[in-house]
């Protein structure tokens, strides 16, 4: 072989060690076992409202149905609001979890607008603490508006 093929195997073998076994790579995530998560699958109470002194102003059950690595999914009914459902994604890290939710297409109501995300902290409990925000129609249905609320989710 003359050296200009030796050369370029020897660059292609840099990079095929690099994409595999750096930070991030698929290869590493295949070989490095996933670290053991709290288990938050189930049914779960949630409170809010506009801040933390009125968290208990309304409520609404989360059901979290898998947990696979870091992503979530699952799906909220809230009790003011019969024939809504709202399904969420979303990960948890051990520490915090992060949701997206939307209208589901089980949902008996299938008009409805009401998209957002919470960003929630495990607490030493168990339980989680944090924010949503949201669009949707505001407390009295009349308008659409932006929510911000303070949320505290425990397990039911």
């Not at 870091?70 to 399904?87: D, F, R, T, V, Y």
């Not at 998209?115 to 949503?132: P, Q």
Request: contains cysteine.
């Amino acid at each position: 072989m003359n050296s200009t093929i030796i050369a370029a195997l020897i660059g292609l073998g840099g990079v095929i060690i690099t994409a595999f076994f750096t930070p991030g790579s698929v290869l590493l995530d295949i070989l490095r076992p996933s670290p053991k998560l709290h288990n938050i699958k189930g049914a779960w109470l949630s409170f809010w409202g506009p801040d933390q002194s009125s968290k208990n102003k309304y409520s609404e059950d989360i059901i979290i149905t898998s947990q696979k690595g870091l992503e979530i999914k699952g799906s909220a009914i809230q009790h003011n609001s019969p024939g809504k459902k709202w399904e969420m994604r979303g990960r948890y890290d051990g520490q915090f979890l992060q949701m997206y939710y939307y209208p589901s297409k089980e949902s008996k109501n299938v008009d409805f607008l009401d998209y957002g995300c919470y960003f929630l902290k495990r607490m030493a409990d168990g339980s989680f603490e944090g924010y949503s925000t949201g669009f949707g129609l505001d407390e009295g249905g009349l308008s659409e508006s932006t929510t911000i609320d303070y949320h505290s989710l425990k397990r039911k």
